[in-house]
């Protein structure tokens, strides 16, 4: 089913990047939300839906879905190791009770692999310029955001293009 509206998630331990898009008029509305926000945010959305009866999908980033394995570097401590751990697994449960407060609000979910990096950022995240490039984006973002807009826009399936330099 396409979907008239499609709102990607990256969560994260603090805020969490969220990309509000229009299909069709590819229009986007970019934030960061804490956790709390993020659930009031959905209560918007549903109300929304409600009065426009335009269809809604939630995409979240699921990094729980990649098995990796993770080695030390030479030199790492393994203190360093357990709170890199630690941080991983608190980001993971945050995405995870995402998902459960959208679809307990009556929200359709889909749980998606993070994205290929294949960008020019720094260990191959998107930048701010490619975006923009991208989907005619302005103003400041940061990288939970940025993610956000690029997970709803693959989603919807709208082309990438870039200008080559």
Same mark, same amino acid.
């Given at each position: 089913?396409?979907?008239?509206?499609?709102?990607?998630?990256?969560?994260?331990?603090?805020?969490?990047?969220?990309?509000?898009?229009?299909?069709?008029?590819?229009?986007? =509305?970019? %934030?960061?939300?804490?956790?709390?926000?993020?659930?009031?945010? !959905?209560?918007?959305?549903? +109300?929304?839906?409600? &009065? @426009?009866?335009?269809?809604?999908?939630?995409?979240? =980033?699921? %990094?729980?879905?990649?098995?990796?394995?993770?080695?030390?570097? !030479?030199?790492?401590?393994? +203190?360093?190791?357990? &709170? @890199?751990?630690?941080?991983?697994?608190?980001?993971?449960?945050?995405?995870?009770?995402?998902?459960?407060?959208?679809?307990?609000?009556?929200?359709?979910?889909? +749980?998606?692999?993070?994205?290929?990096?294949?960008?020019?950022?720094?260990?191959?995240?998107?930048?701010?310029?490619?975006?923009?490039?991208?989907?005619?984006?302005?103003?400041?973002?940061?990288?939970?955001?940025?993610?956000?807009?690029?997970?709803?826009?693959?989603?919807?399936?709208?082309?990438?293009?870039?200008?080559?330099?």
């Amino acid at each position: 089913m396409k979907y008239q509206n499609v709102i990607g998630i990256d969560p994260d331990i603090d805020k969490s990047g969220v990309a509000h898009l229009n299909v069709k008029n590819r229009t986007l =509305e970019v %934030s960061t939300l804490s956790f709390a926000r993020l659930v009031d945010y !959905f209560d918007y959305v549903v +109300e929304r839906q409600k &009065a @426009t009866g335009q269809s809604v999908i939630v995409v979240v =980033e699921a %990094s729980w879905m990649v098995k990796s394995n993770w080695h030390l570097k !030479f030199g790492s401590r393994k +203190e360093y190791a357990a &709170a @890199t751990g630690y941080k991983v697994g608190q980001n993971h449960q945050t995405g995870k009770l995402i998902c459960e407060m959208a679809r307990a609000k009556g929200l359709e979910v889909l +749980e998606h692999a993070p994205l290929r990096k294949c960008w020019k950022g720094k260990d191959g995240k998107i930048t701010a310029d490619e975006l923009q490039q991208i989907t005619g984006l302005i103003g400041r973002t940061n990288q939970e955001s940025r993610d956000a807009v690029l997970l709803a826009w693959c989603y919807a399936n709208l082309p990438i293009r870039l200008k080559c330099v």
